[in-house]
């Protein structure tokens, strides 16, 4: 099946702790995207990329860091930098080209006390 | 900068009534839009992209009309069912923005017995 996987789903961080998200694609998409949820909020973009080793800002990277060293896997790192790191993070797929239509994958509930 | 209004926030209705949900976004220049639909605790299951060349897209009973000059989508409801129950979401791709969305905050539909 194609698809989009994050890991883990829940977890856990003490405050002042980095902490990396994993996502994965099997459906041979150039681009990747993360994206941070909060309650009473639209999706707000942190990272992009649209091709290997190479990446760019969103509206809200601060204390956030990605890499895209391989094209099924988009990463992020969640640093100490972040000030309120408790979120719903989403990550997607999409082609390079033609109409970019989306795909996401089933997120990760980060909580961080 | 582009916003992506929703509007209710919240909607309930009876089992069986057609319905529609109202996207508005203040810039005129996209290149295609995208409705989505999200369970509580999970990921976005993209369920329409319409184009900006487009009026308007179908897929079994729902349909997402695009008037560009005006700054609004909306997506028709036909038949409402509890299975339909979610959160639905519009995100606006703008030209030369390459891959890049701007989502709404969505609407919350409940359909009832």
């Known amino acids: 099946d194609g698809g989009i996987t994050q890991s883990p789903k829940y977890l856990f961080r003490k405050e002042g702790q980095n902490v990396t998200l994993s996502c994965e694609q099997n459906l041979n998409h150039d681009a990747m995207y993360w994206y941070r949820q909060d309650p009473g909020q639209g999706l707000r973009l942190i990272y992009y990329s649209q091709i290997v080793n190479d990446f760019q800002k969103g509206d809200i990277a601060e204390g956030y860091s990605v890499s895209r060293e391989k094209k099924e896997s988009f990463p992020l790192t969640v640093t100490s930098a972040q000030k309120n790191p408790t979120a719903f993070y989403l990550c997607?797929?999409?082609?390079?080209?033609?109409?970019?239509?989306?795909?996401f994958g089933p997120g990760t509930r980060l909580t961080v006390t | 900068k582009q916003e992506v209004t929703q509007i209710p926030a919240a909607l309930s209705v009876p089992e069986g009534e057609n319905l529609v949900l109202n996207c508005s976004f203040t810039d005129s220049a996209i290149y295609n839009l995208q409705w989505f639909r999200q369970d509580p605790g999970k990921g976005l299951t993209s369920l329409l992209l319409i184009q900006s060349s487009q009026r308007e897209q179908t897929s079994g009973r729902l349909n997402a009309s695009l008037d560009k000059s005006s700054g609004r989508s909306t997506l028709y409801i036909a038949a409402s069912q509890p299975g339909d129950s979610a959160t639905y979401l519009c995100a606006v791709r703008l030209t030369g923005t390459a891959s890049k969305l701007t989502f709404g905050t969505g609407t919350r539909l409940q359909v009832t017995l």
């Open positions: 997607a797929s999409s082609t390079g080209q033609g109409v970019y239509e989306q795909y």
